[in-house]
C-alpha cells in the first residue's frame, strides 16, 4: 500500500519534487538491462512517460503493477529529463479481460488510439473516465473511438464514422498508420 505524500503548494506539477497519479498503464519499453520507460495516461496530469528503474529485476515487487491495462496509483518523483516512478499500487488489474483474447485486443487498440490522439501533460479527466469506461466493458471499442474523436474536438460531437472510414480518419489525424493487428479492425467492422 502507498503511504501518500501530502500535496505541495503550487499548481504546476512540473515544480514539485514528488507527486502522487492515478492512471491507466498505456505501454511500456524496456531500456537497459532493469528498466523500463512506461507511458501512463493520468487523470491529473494526462498522458506521462516516466522511468521505472529495476523493474525488470526479478526481485520487483513493482513489476506486476506495471502491466499493460492496468488502474493504478503512484507516486513519481520529478527529475531532470523523465521523471521515475517509485510507488506504485493497483486499483484494478482487469483480469477478465485478460483471459479473453478478443478483449485483449480490442483494448490494445483502445490503448494505442489514446496514446496517439493525445498529447503529453494535457489533462483530461473526460477521456480518463471514458478509458475506465472501455476497459471495463461498458462501452464497445467503436463507441470509444467516436467519443474520443467528439471529445478531443477531432470531429463534430454526433457525427459517425465506422468500419474503414473510422480507421483512415484516425489515421489522417495522427499521420501513421495504427499498428493494432489487421484482424482487431475487422473484429470493429462487424
Do not use: C
Not at 507516486?75 to 523523465?82: D, F, L, S
Not at 483471459?99 to 487498440?109: F, G, T
Request: hydrophobic fraction near 40%; avoid cysteine; glycine fraction near 6%.
Amino acid at each position: 500500500m502507498i503511504n501518500w505524500i501530502p500535496d505541495q503548494v503550487g499548481d504546476d506539477f512540473m515544480e514539485r519534487r514528488v507527486y502522487k497519479v492515478e492512471g491507466i498503464i498505456l505501454k511500456r519499453k524496456n531500456v537497459g538491462e532493469a528498466d523500463r520507460i512506461i507511458t501512463i495516461f493520468t487523470k491529473e496530469y494526462g498522458k506521462l512517460r516516466v522511468t521505472a528503474k529495476g523493474i525488470r529485476k526479478v526481485t520487483s515487487r513493482r513489476a506486476p503493477h506495471l502491466e499493460v491495462f492496468t488502474h493504478i496509483r503512484a507516486v513519481i518523483h520529478n527529475g531532470k529529463t523523465i521523471d521515475t516512478l517509485s510507488e506504485v499500487d493497483a486499483i484494478e488489474m482487469y483480469s477478465d479481460l485478460r483471459r479473453d483474447l478478443q478483449r485483449v485486443s480490442l483494448a490494445y487498440y483502445v490503448l494505442e488510439l489514446t496514446d496517439s490522439l493525445l498529447a503529453e501533460k494535457q489533462e483530461h479527466r473526460d477521456v480518463f473516465v471514458l478509458l475506465l469506461r472501455a476497459l471495463s466493458g461498458k462501452i464497445n471499442t467503436r463507441q470509444f473511438a467516436l467519443e474520443l474523436l467528439w471529445t478531443l474536438g477531432f470531429l463534430p460531437h454526433g457525427k459517425i464514422i465506422v468500419g474503414k472510414d473510422l480507421q483512415l480518419f484516425i489515421e489522417s489525424i495522427t499521420e501513421r498508420k495504427l499498428r493494432t493487428p489487421p484482424f482487431v479492425r475487422r473484429l470493429l467492422d462487424k
